[in-house]
Nanobody
């Protein structure tokens, strides 16, 4: 059974940093592409960053140069380092992976950036 558990969210001032973690289980983590998404109040869920099994990364334009996605296959964990946070980064952040044509999501972790 696939489980994704996010942690590391919280309240931070604009310009600050947070590091999100997503612990994965129930599948072969090392061969799966992993992603971080976010959903702000009243908005659709959007892609923030993805990382392939080979370590290739891609970012939303809004976070390029500020956020870094990484993975530790030994720990079955994917990370999202968020620097220079802005109030518009406030959202619930979700970890995601796809397996057998199905999307799996964690429960989400709240990130709130105060101005």
């Amino acid at each position: 059974q696939v489980h994704l558990v996010e942690s590391g969210g919280g309240l931070v001032q604009a310009g600050g940093s947070l590091r999100l973690s997503c612990a994965a289980s129930g599948f072969i983590f090392s061969i799966n592409t992993m992603g971080w998404y976010r959903q702000a109040p009243g908005k659709q869920r959007e892609l923030v960053a993805i990382i392939t099994s080979g370590g290739v990364t891609n970012y939303a334009d809004s976070v390029k140069g500020r956020f870094t996605i990484s993975r530790d296959n030994a720990k079955n964990t994917v990370y999202l380092q968020m620097n220079s946070l802005k109030p518009e980064d406030t959202a619930v952040y979700y970890c995601n992976t796809g397996l057998r044509m199905r999307d799996y999501w964690g429960q989400g972790t709240q990130v709130t950036v105060s101005s």
